[in-house]
């Protein structure tokens, strides 16, 4: 076994070809699985920043495989190139793989460093996974330690107390180019009820505003504002809801973008107007730059104005994420030789049954018997005694495959691989609009 991703981030390529990548991002690992791809399992994390591809190949020699079966699938639903797909999707292995993954979910490697929503996303892109069916054993231990780190290094160190994310530095950015009153006194529209709308939702309340009418082309605004505050915005209301806004808000990434002519046909007098646009895919018409009295700000732009963190908080995270991964890699390794050592010991007890039933099938249920029974289970406890140790001292040398291949060769043993795991209670994160891209905050 061994871990395999592919990963296309902010840090990497534009956020254009991310977003052309998560197309389809929910059937990826499904589709995957069915062909006869050398894979146990597959994870999708598919968020505003990034898309990455996290599977269990069969072992190393399953590798280029494994990744070529990915990038045709990837392909397949986002309709870019193989040629384009493997050149954007950068791909680690083994320990990188996990190291990659726990700086992710600890906010390590996001636009905003620190920021904790994606932790969030890494929690139900596993929920996901198990769902479908496609998270192998070691997948799901694999994201749920990286969750548990993120947690760990949102309360030891001074990255989790800043309380940064993509919209609370959108938000200030906002602030910022804004003249006039605070955000008690703007009237501000949301587009989308997902995730990302629900995180927006909870600052600006922080923040102070209490105009603020949510609209949805999914028609799930009157369902979101009953629990997170607001007015629902209906299709009729729409354009007067514009005409008088002073800030909207995009979080949609649905099929229906806002065009720059629809905002310059509005009588708005002269109006300043800031437009946020946090989707991927884009809610507002990038065009929206060339308007009068209009401001855009991107994802792009969040990402240059994120702050520095501190030289010495990050030294810090990046040590617990780095003794996690050390630690996350010798459990696995130990649990590799703790599979092969029951594999062993299933198969000589196989064996030793097999010549016990021929003992009592001559012998009888005799004093005899039970004295050659004796004898030969003691003498498998000490042949099995050396096997056992050397596996673990293997493990613990980072050769838990050379001990694998050992036992398939000598004694033709084939050590299963954990098989998917399904979720075992129902995902507790709000309904989103239908683009996935927006599954995630971050």
């Not at 990038?71 to 999707?89: D, P, R, Y």
């Not at 990255?159 to 609370?168: D, E």
């Not at 609209?215 to 009157?222: D, I, N, P, Q, T």
């Not at 039970?370 to 140790?389: C, G, I, K, S, Y």
């Amino acid at each position: 076994m061994v871990f395999l991703s592919l990963v296309a981030s902010h840090s990497d390529i534009d956020l254009e070809t991310v977003a052309q990548l998560s197309a389809g991002a929910s059937q990826v690992a499904s589709s995957v699985l069915e062909t006869s791809a050398p894979l146990n399992g597959i994870v999708v994390l598919s968020t505003c920043n990034r898309y990455e591809v996290y599977c269990e190949a069969s072992g190393p020699g399953e590798i280029e495989a494994a990744r070529s079966a990915v990038i045709s699938q990837i392909s397949s639903a986002s309709g870019l190139s193989e040629h384009v797909v493997g050149c954007a999707l950068a791909t680690k292995t083994g320990q990188d793989t996990v190291e990659h993954l726990f700086n992710v979910g600890a906010g390590l490697d996001s636009a905003v460093i620190g920021e904790r929503e994606i932790a969030g996303q890494l929690r139900r892109a596993l929920i996901e996974a198990q769902e479908k069916r496609t998270a192998s054993g070691s997948l799901v231990r694999l994201f749920q330690t990286a969750s548990r780190t993120a947690k760990e290094v949102g309360t030891r160190t001074e990255l989790g107390s800043r309380g940064l994310s993509i919209v609370s530095v959108a938000l200030d950015l906002a602030s910022d180019l804004s003249v006039s009153a605070g955000w008690a006194e703007k009237n501000i529209v949301v587009f989308g009820t997902g995730a990302y709308a629900g995180a927006t939702m909870a600052l600006l309340r922080e923040r102070g505003a209490h105009r603020v009418g949510v609209y949805s082309s999914s028609g799930r605004a009157e369902t979101f504002v009953s629990t997170r505050g607001g007015s629902a915005v209906d299709e009729e209301q729409l354009q007067d809801a514009l005409s008088h806004a002073d800030v909207i808000i995009g979080c949609s990434g649905g099929d229906r973008r806002l065009m720059a002519a629809d905002v310059a046909s509005l009588d708005r007098a002269g109006r300043p107007l800031i437009a946020v646009d946090l989707a991927l895919t884009h809610d507002f018409d990038p065009a929206f730059e060339d308007l009068d009295n209009v401001d855009l700000i991107t994802l792009e732009s969040v990402r240059m104005a994120a702050p520095v963190e501190q030289a010495m908080a990050l030294r810090q995270a990046r040590q617990i994420v780095q003794d996690a991964a050390t630690d996350f890699a010798q459990e696995q390794r130990q649990r590799s030789a703790d599979a092969a050592i029951v594999a062993l010991r299933k198969h000589t007890q196989s064996v030793l049954e097999s010549e016990v039933e021929k003992v009592r099938a001559q012998h009888g249920c005799t004093a005899a018997a039970d004295e050659v029974e004796f004898a030969m289970r003691r003498m498998m406890r000490q042949l099995l005694h050396v096997p056992t140790v050397r596996g673990r001292e293997l493990a613990a040398e980072g050769r838990t495959d050379d001990y694998v291949a050992a036992l398939e060769t000598l004694y033709g043993i084939q050590v299963q691989a954990p098989r998917a795991v399904p979720a075992q209670t129902p995902p507790a994160c709000p309904v989103g609009e239908p683009a996935a891209p927006l599954r995630e905050v971050g």
